[in-house]
């Protein structure tokens, strides 16, 4: 797995997938769920040396190489991938991505766990390039959400990274997010700020308004990043201007979420938002087509 080493491409910053245990550990719990206790259609094959290619039948961002890896290694540790692409590549409809050699009963049977792998993290890294593309220019960055697959978050948030965009907090323990209904308990924006930083000092926080007025408290206050949460545009780019003029000149970055998509998105990153944050990302999965067909593939 240390060949899938990728840069950002607005930061250069370099990253990896999640460390192989994490890997590991969700493709023995999807083959665990797959072949249960043996897959019985496999073993009508010879068990023998075969080779397989990996086909891919739409256009994609590839992501997902590790865990596709880790299923054929898990059933043959002698099984043989040569890639032709790299992770992070777009690819035409028709490309082979890869080829296989192994045992023909662990090609068959790993084949279904290791596709849907690659399908939904390409999948997620496609469609979150498609949304980094259309505001290219605007120094707006594209965030995903915690609406993930349940036991795939550190897969599909890497897949974000993939496609270009940038990873909101993992969970609910890395970050504070202050929302209305932290802020009816506390019983002020201002309450809630101050307690939040005396409680976790050295954590990020992120605080999420309904008003300008609430804007105008939470910069005063100061926090990490301040979500405009369903602003129409008018008063979105009254945030932004009051966010970026003295005193506070734009110190707090502004995230915007609600009511974005294709229609919408160049439109509210060109106002001059910071950040915009797509559920979509991980929520609603369009998986890759693709297909792992026995043989050699196709010449020419």
């Known amino acids: 797995m240390s060949d899938v080493f990728l840069k950002d491409a607005a930061t250069g910053d370099e990253f990896l997938p999640p460390p192989p245990e994490v890997i590991q550990a969700d493709v023995a719990r999807a083959l665990a769920e797959d072949i249960g206790t043996g897959d019985v259609t496999a073993t009508l094959l010879p068990d023998a040396?075969?080779?397989?290619?990996?086909?891919?039948?739409?256009?994609?961002v590839v992501c997902g190489r590790p865990w596709f890896d880790a299923c054929h290694r898990a059933l043959d540790p002698d099984v043989r991938i040569d890639w032709r692409v790299k992770e992070g590549d777009c690819v035409r409809k028709g490309s082979v991505l890869a080829t296989l050699q192994g045992r023909a009963r662990a090609l068959v049977s790993a084949e279904r766990t290791s596709l849907n792998f690659l399908q939904t993290l390409s999948g997620t890294a496609t469609v979150t390039a498609t949304y980094v593309d259309a505001i290219r220019g605007t120094g707006t960055r594209i965030l995903d959400t915690r609406k993930t697959i349940p036991g795939l978050r550190l897969a599909q948030k890497y897949a974000v990274r993939v496609g270009g965009g940038v990873n909101?907090?993992?969970g609910l323990h890395d970050a504070v997010m202050l929302k209305e209904n932290h802020v009816r308990a506390a019983g002020s924006l201002t309450a809630?700020?101050?307690?939040?930083?005396?409680?976790?000092?050295?954590?990020?926080?992120?605080?999420?308004v309904e008003t300008l007025a609430q804007l105008a408290e939470a910069l005063r206050e100061g926090c990490d990043r301040i979500l405009i949460?369903?602003?129409?545009?008018?008063?979105?780019?009254?945030?932004?201007?009051?966010?970026?003029?003295?005193?506070?000149?734009?110190?707090?970055?502004?995230?915007?979420?609600?009511?974005v998509d294709m229609t919408t998105l160049r439109s509210?990153?060109?106002?001059?938002?910071?950040?915009?944050?797509?559920?979509?990302?991980?929520k609603h999965v369009h998986a890759i087509d693709l297909s792992l067909k026995l043989g050699l593939p196709p010449s020419g």
């Open 168 to 170: 909101h907090r993992m």
């Open 268 to 282: 509210i990153a060109e106002d001059g938002v910071d950040f915009i944050s797509i559920g979509g990302l991980t």
């Open 229 to 259: 949460d369903d602003f129409d545009a008018a008063t979105r780019r009254e945030a932004v201007r009051i966010a970026h003029a003295a005193p506070f000149n734009g110190a707090i970055p502004l995230e915007v979420s609600g009511g």
């Open 192 to 208: 809630a700020i101050r307690s939040a930083r005396a409680m976790h000092p050295s954590l990020p926080l992120i605080v999420e």
């Open 49 to 60: 040396a075969d080779s397989a290619y990996l086909l891919c039948k739409e256009d994609s």
